[in-house]
């Protein structure tokens, strides 16, 4: 069970199907975990997490399918960074890449500032969206 966000969401999740498909998930179980020896059920405490990016991430981790629709492309980012999967933390950063705009480059700044700072290598997570924004500094200031 993940113990996910402020609101402490349960997400179940099966440690053989995460195990094979996250390849830091075993770390991440070891630093994390309640163990409920009584029941068998391991509790990995991840409060600082989405619940809704995490729910997100769950669902590519069985499906191999992500929807970034509704929830905050970089904390998505952050969990499968967190998790060790690659394929998805490459897929979130293009996404982020292609869709960057002038319009779209305070929403993505607003939710990369959402991204919490225990996550390791933060910054070149959302290096893409503060890249651009300093590319496009002027035509930005321009624009108000």
Not at 3 to 26: L, P, W
Request: glycine share 4%; aromatic share 10%.
């Amino acid at each position: 069970i993940f113990v996910v966000g402020r609101d402490e969401a349960k997400v179940t999740g099966h440690a053989a199907i995460f195990n094979v498909r996250c390849s830091k998930f075993v770390d991440l179980v070891s630093h994390n975990t309640e163990d409920n020896h009584q029941s068998g059920i391991i509790t990995v405490n991840l409060t600082f997490l989405s619940s809704e990016a995490f729910i997100k991430f769950v669902h590519f981790v069985y499906s191999g399918q992500m929807d970034v629709k509704n929830v905050n492309v970089f904390e998505v980012m952050a969990i499968s960074s967190i998790f060790g999967v690659d394929s998805l933390t490459k897929w979130c950063s293009n996404y982020v890449k292609n869709s960057l705009t002038l319009t779209s480059a305070q929403h993505y700044l607003n939710e990369a500032a959402a991204v919490p700072e225990n996550i390791p290598d933060k910054m070149s997570l959302v290096r893409p969206a503060v890249e651009y924004v300093g590319e496009n500094i002027l035509i930005l200031r321009d624009r108000n």
